[in-house]
Each structure stands twice: as structure tokens, then as C-alpha cells.
């Protein structure tokens, strides 16, 4: 085999897993040569990656009109295997439109997207629940064998960020990427600012780094030299930012696997979706922590219950 096309237009964490997959590939096989499908929002996380050769723009809210001209050129295009790693109807559909011998797809495909694969890739042994970087790893096996994936995730991104400095000459154990955001209400946990005064006044030398998409103003009154506002920053700086070396506290959320990928602690807030499913990994990491809201409710999960988790997970 000496080229692939991976399609994973989506989500961000997702991405961060099968860039962990396709690295160690690479590094099994140097030779094959990488195509990757994924949309514009996402692009510039898989073009950081040294061994994706191409980046394919899937335009998604460009409309039916542009789909069908991905499709057309992907018709084109010859390739050695697909890989189907999101298993939706529309990622189906590229499949079937792209030329090639091998079309692998998930176990678990919806939508009807198992119809255009010639080839699935096996479940993870055992009874479940399987963590999501465990069934995209399987599709490393189509290439000559499983691969062992490795830490830290490599990308050439952008180092000249002028809060460099604030890292630069802090203590990573005690400096705190605190990212704000999710993909819903529901999976936010509502105490961020709470935790971060918490963090600044009681763990001697701290630091702390927020992060979100939404510029915001902090809630209450922060050292100037010890708290950085990063709120509103770009995907390239947020990229950047969760791979400083640091303790990083956030929702699940795609930031939060980028920072486990990159070998950082990570402290991962739960409510209703499953740590063993979607954790930072690998969940036995001693750098890893998953705190889950009782009764899957984050408003009832306390600053007092993260701090002290916190504080255990710095400590190792």
C-alpha cells in the first residue's frame, strides 16, 4: 500500500485520536503517502500534522453544490484504501466516491454509511465500553499489524506567541490551562471562575491560563503577573496553547484530548457522557484524571471536589 485517504471531517477530539493512529502508522510505514478529508474548521489541526502529505477541505455548511464537487474530485482520484473513521451517511457517501480496492469503516457505522465499505474493521475484544481511541486504532491493523500508539502527538504549529514567556519561566506542575468551553450546555461545567480564584489563592505560585472561544472578562479580581485571558483566541492559538507544558482543566471537549495527546496532565470534568468512552488516554495515565458530576449533574459538582483533585493529580 502507498497511499491512503482518511476520512474524519469530525469532531476535534476525534481528529486528535486518528492523528494518533495515522502518526504511528507513519512511522511503521514511512512510505505511504496520507490524504485526509476534514472540514474547514478543523483544517488547520490535520495540516499541522508532519505525516498527512494532503489536506482535503470538506466545506460543510457550503451547501449540497459544494458536496457534490468534493465528491466529483474525489471520483478522480485513485487511492489504495479508504479509511471511513466517522461512519456517518456523508462520509459513507465519499467513500463510495472515492476509487480504491480497500474501503474500511467502522464496526459501529450509522446512517447507512456500511453500505459503501467493502471491509470493516473489528471491535475491540471484550465487553465494552470501548474508548473511542481504541476503535479507530483498529483500523491501524490494515496496513500490516497493529501499531502502538505513542506520546507526545508531533505538529508544526506556530511558537512565537507572545504570552510565550508566561510559561516559559513557570512551574508546569503548577501552571493551570483552564479551557472553558464544550460542544453543548449540558456537557459545561457552570464553576470555572470559582475554580480558577480557587487555584490562584491557594496553591502558592500558581499560574493560570483561561481559554474559550467567546472573549469574556474574568469574574473577580486577578493577579496581572499569574493569570492569563486567552479568551476568544483562535483554533491556531488554542492549538498552541493546551500543548504548553501545564496541568490542563476542562470539560470533555476536543482541547482536552489535544492536551493528553501532547503528555500533559489532564483533569477532565464528566456529567452525562461516559470518562470510560471518551476520557483523556490512555485512562490508567498516572498524568490523567476524570472527575465524574454525581448523578451525571455538573452544577452539583463542586469547586472544594476539583480542587482537591486538582491539587492530586499535580502532586504525581
Partial sequence: MKSLLVIKPSSLGDIVHGLQVLQAVARARPELRISWIV????????????????TIIFRRRAGWGSFVRLLRELRRRQFDAVW????????????????????????????????????????PGGAGPHHAMEILAAFAAT???????????VLRVRDDWPWKEFFASAEPAR??????????PEKTWPHFQALMQRILHEVPRSRVAWCAGAA??????APADRFLNLTGCPLDEMIALVRQPSVFVGN???PMHLAAASGNRVLAIFGPTSPE???????????????TAPGGRLADLAPDALLAALQELSGR
Avoid: C, I
Fill in 39 to 54: 472540514r474547514e474548521r478543523f483544517a488547520g489541526l490535520v495540516a499541522a500534522a508532519p505525516f498527512v502529505q494532503e
Fill in 277 to 291: 468512552r471518551f476520557g483523556p488516554y490512555p485512562p490508567e495515565s498516572p498524568r490523567h484524571r476524570a472527575v
Fill in 216 to 221: 469574556a472578562e474574568p469574574s473577580f479580581a
Fill in 84 to 123: 471511513d473513521m466517522q461512519g456517518l451517511l456523508r462520509t459513507g457517501l465519499m467513500t463510495a466516491a472515492a476509487r480504491a480496492p480497500e474501503k474500511w469503516g467502522r464496526p459501529d457505522a450509522r446512517e447507512g454509511a456500511g453500505l459503501f465499505y467493502n471491509r470493516r474493521v473489528e471491535m
Fill in 175 to 184: 501552571t493551570y490551562v483552564v479551557f472553558t468551553d464544550s460542544r453543548g
Fill in 143 to 153: 496496513v500490516g499489524g497493529p501499531v502502538q500508539v505513542e506520546w507526545p502527538l
Fill in 252 to 254: 470533555d471537549t476536543g
